[in-house]
């Protein structure tokens, strides 16, 4: 395949400050904007009304609506009919990852209308990335669309992050973390001088170093509910540099095994609970087993024993399936559509299911005190 890179690397205007609401109004006034439609997820809504302006004071009408639960064709069908009914000129999304995306698809899909995103968490580079992920209404992962188009606003409250669920946040970091080990590979084999696929290493790099320098501390910070200077560092890195990976490099940026892994993960009605991020970070696991780099995974194990995320398939409550369940696991993560395929490797049902396997031999050697 001949070099073709179609870099969407930002939003058309983003702010991240104590106030960032307050600035919404003026923003959209500024473009022409007369009727919102407001998605929102229920407890976020909660969590930002404090700081959420009165757009009606500033001419503006605006249609609430509450997020279905999934970002799946049927609720992105749903906002469409709202957007149409209320003859909205704009759409709001605030809220996690999943009202984020469906606020973009129905968007794209409604005729390219603006959009403004209000992450309420940073569990994701959802806010940042011209993509959307779609799943089932049953939670299964049925693949991604990119837009051709990015948000004309992302607004980061952080007082309202701060606020949010901590295991969100350090979903975000695994996620966030995942950038560098699926991309990197990819990045690398790149022989072309390109000033964007550079760009594209140094914020993978920075999914890397930023998340295993500061994140337990952020995490504690979180905890006793701190507006620290490694909080908000951590907290920006899950939103907008794991975004700018893909934003600069498009498909050389692309997620690989450890996403194909957690697509995976979501047919096990078990790992529904789990968050989108946790279950990346066990596929980020898998990547490295597949790769060989068992000093790596061994350098990140603690780390991994600080948040508590997953390392082998008892922490996915999936410890006792029957070796049958797991091998179909690693067949749904080779499946021709998944992203696996990008890397610059052959990779086969058998060799995930080698991997996991290897995995689960080093956990039960960790356990003994033999690894």
């Not at 946040?169 to 695994?174: H, M, Q, T, V």
Request: negative net charge; aromatic residues 8%.
């Amino acid at each position: 395949m001949s070099f073709h890179l179609v870099s969407r690397i930002a939003p058309q205007q983003y702010i991240s400050e104590k106030g960032a609401y307050d600035y919404l109004a003026g923003i959209l006034k500024k473009l022409s904007v007369r009727r919102v439609l407001f998605l929102h997820g229920i407890k976020s809504l909660h969590k930002a009304a404090p700081y959420l302006p009165d757009l009606a004071q500033a001419g503006i009408e605006t249609f609430g609506m509450s997020f279905g639960g999934e970002c799946s064709p049927q609720e992105i069908d749903r906002v469409i009919q709202a957007i149409k009914t209320h003859d909205a000129d704009l759409i709001i999304g605030l809220g996690g990852g999943k009202v984020m995306d469906t606020a973009k698809a129905a968007a794209y899909k409604a005729g390219r209308l603006p959009l403004v995103l209000m992450p309420t968490m940073a569990s994701n580079c959802a806010a940042w990335s011209a993509l959307s992920v779609f799943y089932k209404d049953n939670g299964e992962s049925i693949g991604f669309q990119t837009f051709p188009n990015q948000s004309a606003l992302v607004l980061v409250e952080p007082r309202v992050i701060l606020d949010s669920p901590i295991e969100y946040f350090i979903a975000g970091i695994a996620d966030t973390l995942a950038k560098w080990y699926e991309s990197n590979g990819l990045l690398a084999k790149v022989d072309q001088n390109h000033l964007a696929i550079l760009y594209a290493r140094e914020s993978a790099k920075l999914c890397h170093d930023i998340p295993l320098e500061y994140a337990v501390q952020a995490v504690d910070d979180m905890r006793q509910g701190i507006l620290s200077n490694a909080w908000n560092t951590v907290m920006e890195t899950n939103i907008m540099a794991s975004g700018l990976v893909g934003g600069f490099a498009d498909q050389y940026g692309s997620a690989t095994a450890a996403h194909s892994v957690h697509d995976a993960l979501t047919f096990f009605p078990e790992t529904k609970p789990i968050l989108h991020g946790v279950k990346v970070a066990y596929g980020i696991m898998v990547q490295l087993a597949l790769e060989g780099k068992w000093d790596e995974i061994r350098r990140l194990q603690p780390f991994y024993q600080k948040l508590n995320l997953p390392m082998n398939l008892t922490d996915l409550h999936l410890g006792t399936r029957p070796e049958s369940d797991i091998r179909q696991l690693a067949a749904r993560a080779v499946s021709p559509d998944k992203t696996i395929h990008l890397l610059p490797y052959e990779v086969t049902a058998e060799s995930v299911f080698s991997a996991i396997n290897q995995l689960e031999t080093l956990s039960a050697h960790r356990k003994e005190g033999k690894a």
